[in-house]
C-alpha cells in the first residue's frame, strides 16, 4: 500500500527505546512475533512465559527518540513512509489510530508506539528481536523492531512480506490495544486453552479489527488528504498470503514439528484469513466477536 502524496506523519505518541513507566503484565503474542517464539518455545518444551515475561520496565521519563539505534525524528513525509519501514510503521499507526478515533470517537486513546532495534524493556518485560511484534496492556505500549520481518520472518520462515502486510501487524498489534480499551484483553489468559480456547479468539479478533482497519484505510487526514491510496487486489493478496504463513499450523509445520491444535495460540492460516476478511469486507468491528462464535472457520 502507498502513502498518499501530502501525508505527514505525526511521531507525537512514538519513541525509539524502553516503554513509558513501570507496571506489570502478560505480553500479547503478536501478529507474528508472538506466534513464532511460543511454537519454538513449545518445540523445545520451554515455557514461553519465561520467555515474554517477566523483567521490568525502565523508570517513566527515560524514553528517548534516538535509544537502541531508531531514530523517528527522520519520519515526517509520505516519501518517508513509503521508502523507509520505521516511517511505515509509525504513519501505519497514524492511519489506524484515524479508523478508531472515527469508529469509537471518545472511548479510544490512541497507545504509545515504541519502535526498537535489537533489544528493549516493557511494562511485561525484557524483548528483543525473536520476540517480534507485540502489546503490552501493562504500559499500553505496542513494541516494534523494524529487522523482525528480515531477521525472522525471511530467514526462519521463508516469507517476505510486501508493505500492506507489514501495515496489517500493524493494525493488528492496535487491535489489542483496541481490546485492551473495550475491557476484553484479559481474556486471552482465561478459559480453556488451545484452537477453540481464548487465546486464538483474542488474537482472531485482532486479525479482525486489522481488517476493519484496511476496509477505512483511505480516511482522510486532518490536512483533507487520505493516509493512503485505495487498496489493490495485489495487496490484498499479499496479506491473505501473510496470513497463511503465520498461522499455528502452517508455522508448526515449517519449524519441523507436528501439528498439535493443543497448542494453538493464534489460530490457523484458514482462520486468520477469514476474520481479516471479516473485517475487511463488513467494516463492522461489532461483527467480529470471536468470543461467543461457535465456528472459529466460517464465524
Not at 515475561?53 to 516519501?79: E, H, I, L, R
Not at 523492531?145 to 531477521?151: E, N, Q
Not at 501473510?242 to 498439535?260: E, F, L, N, S, Y
Amino acid at each position: 500500500m502507498t502513502f498518499h502524496e501530502g501525508t505527514q506523519i505525526d511521531t507525537s505518541t512514538t519513541s525509539g527505546g524502553g516503554g513509558p513507566g513501570p507496571g506489570r503484565g502478560i505480553a500479547i503474542g503478536g501478529g507474528v512475533g508472538g506466534l513464532v517464539i511460543v511454537v519454538i518455545a513449545l518445540l523445545l518444551g520451554v515455557d514461553p512465559g519465561n520467555i515474554t515475561g517477566g523483567g521490568s520496565a525502565p523508570p517513566a521519563g527515560q524514553q528517548s527518540q534516538n535509544v537502541s539505534g531508531v531514530d523517528v525524528s527522520q519520519c515526517k513525509t509520505a516519501a518517508d513512509a513509503n521508502a523507509k519501514p520505521v516511517c511505515r510503521i509509525i504513519a501505519t499507526g497514524n492511519s489506524v489510530d484515524a479508523v478508531w478515533e472515527q469508529l469509537l470517537g471518545k472511548e479510544y486513546t490512541r497507545p504509545h508506539v515504541v519502535i526498537f532495534s535489537g533489544q528493549t524493556n516493557s511494562a511485561c518485560g525484557p524483548a528483543d528481536v525473536s520476540v517480534g511484534p507485540f502489546y503490552c496492556p501493562g504500559d499500553k505500549t505496542a513494541y516494534f523492531d523494524p529487522d523482525f520481518l528480515k531477521d525472522v520472518l525471511a530467514q526462519q520462515l521463508g516469507y517476505d512480506p510486501g508493505p500492506l502486510a507489514q501495515e496489517y501487524i500493524v493494525a493488528h498489534e492496535f487491535g489489542h490495544h483496541v481490546q485492551d480499551l473495550q475491557g476484553t484483553i484479559g481474556r486471552a489468559q482465561q478459559g480453556v486453552q488451545g484452537a477453540t480456547g481464548n487465546s486464538v479468539r483474542t488474537e482472531l479478533q485482532a486479525d479482525c479489527y486489522a481488517g476493519v482497519w484496511a476496509h477505512y484505510a483511505t480516511i482522510p487526514q486532518k490536512n483533507g488528504t487520505t493516509y493512503l491510496d485505495p487498496l489493490t487486489d495485489e495487496q490484498i493478496k499479499d496479506v491473505m498470503d501473510a496470513t497463511q504463513h503465520i498461522g499455528d499450523d502452517w508455522i508448526q509445520k515449517t519449524m519441523g514439528g507436528r501439528v498439535d491444535p493443543g497448542t494453538f495460540t493464534h489460530g490457523t492460516s484458514e482462520q486468520r484469513k477469514h476474520w481479516f476478511t471479516v473485517g475487511y469486507q463488513l467494516g463492522d468491528w461489532k461483527k467480529c466477536d470471536t468470543y461467543d462464535a461457535s465456528d472459529l472457520d466460517n464465524g
